[in-house]
Nanobody, 117 residues
């Protein structure tokens, strides 16, 4: 039906940068919003950033000024540019895709981001 695949995670030192990608494919009629979540071991999943088709974006307070979410609508892809990374950013990052005319959201398998010296 709909597949969501994240990529771009890895190991980075504090202060470094990573760019995550999330590509949606399959039976897509229209995407209403895409978002990035993250979950660290022993912690609840938290919303990191959202991007609506109209261009509006939102960020968690913890990442404002450091992360930027963007989209390539032609590719049904959303990106998360992460700068000035901190150890507390270490988590499994998930992509969420919300479709117009759909009763459910779609999720990727996650991509691991580890920030460590």
């Amino acid at each position: 039906q709909v597949q969501v695949v994240e990529s771009g995670g890895g190991l980075v030192q504090p202060g470094g940068s990573l760019r995550l990608s999330c590509a949606a494919s399959g039976n897509i009629v229209r995407i209403s919003a895409m978002a990035w979540y993250r979950q660290a071991p022993g912690k609840e999943r938290e919303l990191v950033a959202t991007s609506a088709t109209g261009g509006s974006t939102n960020y968690a307070d913890s990442v404002k000024g450091r992360f930027t979410i963007s989209r390539d609508n032609a590719k049904n892809t959303v990106y998360l540019q992460m700068n000035s990374l901190k150890p507390e950013d270490t988590a499994l990052y998930y992509c969420q895709v919300r479709l117009v005319f759909s009763r459910r959201d779609y999720w990727g398998q996650g991509t691991q981001v580890t920030v460590s010296s």
